[in-house]
């Protein structure tokens, strides 16, 4: 019997997509499945689930998931005008800029968590990151990855603008194998160099970002 498809609760009319992770180890639990939006790129994470997280392989979860150039503009859910995700009210008719939950299409709550502004259906125990607040976290480890292979050596100096840029590559699309094409002009010598650090980096700073999740969720639901 197939999983019901959740409606997205930015895009009018979407619904989401199922991605499966397969855990590692197994453990007879079958693998998680998340629910995300092809169109906005935003991702709907439930408190029992997010708690497998740390169990999976993050690289079978972002090489479905594509990058953004810019921030999705959402319809107002009232009169349909585009308006920023982050606007409190519609610009156009002055509605609120609440969503429903997917699932129980309760009004979610807007919470302040570690510098995002999340929408949190506190009955389903479900917490919705837009794409722009993945990103956000992603931006945070993949800065904290590469320092600190910049501190124990693996990066050689001045290869950090390309081992950058091959990072960022790498976590959207990790089943890419790193070629110069996808690092710009005087950074692709550097990033090739330092390709093996990056390729290790990468995975830790994936990995990181599942445990940010984790922690941004359970710490919503105390």
């Given at each position: 019997?197939?999983?019901t498809r959740w409606p997205c609760p930015v895009c009018l009319g979407v619904k989401m997509e199922k991605a499966s992770l397969?855990?590692?180890g197994g453990g007879g639990r079958g693998p998680l499945t998340l629910d995300h939006c092809t169109r906005c790129g935003g991702m709907w994470f439930e408190l029992g689930e997010v708690q497998r997280l740390r169990s999976e392989r993050p690289e079978s979860l972002w090489a479905r998931i594509p990058a953004r150039d810019e921030r999705h503009r959402a319809q107002c859910h009232t009169c349909r005008a585009l308006l920023d995700r982050d606007a409190p009210r519609c610009g156009t008719c002055g509605a609120k800029t609440r969503l429903g939950?997917?699932?129980c299409d309760t009004r979610m709550l807007q919470v302040r968590q570690s510098e995002l502004t999340l929408d949190v259906c506190k009955r389903c125990k479900g917490v919705w990151f837009d794409?722009?607040?993945?990103?956000?976290i992603w931006q945070l480890e993949r800065g904290r990855a590469i320092a600190?292979?910049?501190r124990d050596g693996s990066l050689a100096r001045g290869a950090e603008t390309g081992a950058d840029v091959l990072l960022e590559t790498l976590f959207w699309a990790p089943e890419l194998v790193f070629v110069g094409a996808h690092v710009a002009g005087h950074a692709a010598a550097a990033a090739a160099e330092a390709a093996p650090a990056v390729l290790e980096a990468a995975g830790d700073a994936a990995a990181s970002v599942f445990e940010a999740i984790v922690e941004i969720v359970a710490g919503i639901f105390g």
């Open positions: 019997m197939s999983e397969a855990a590692e939950c997917p699932v794409h722009h607040e993945l990103e956000a600190k292979r910049g």
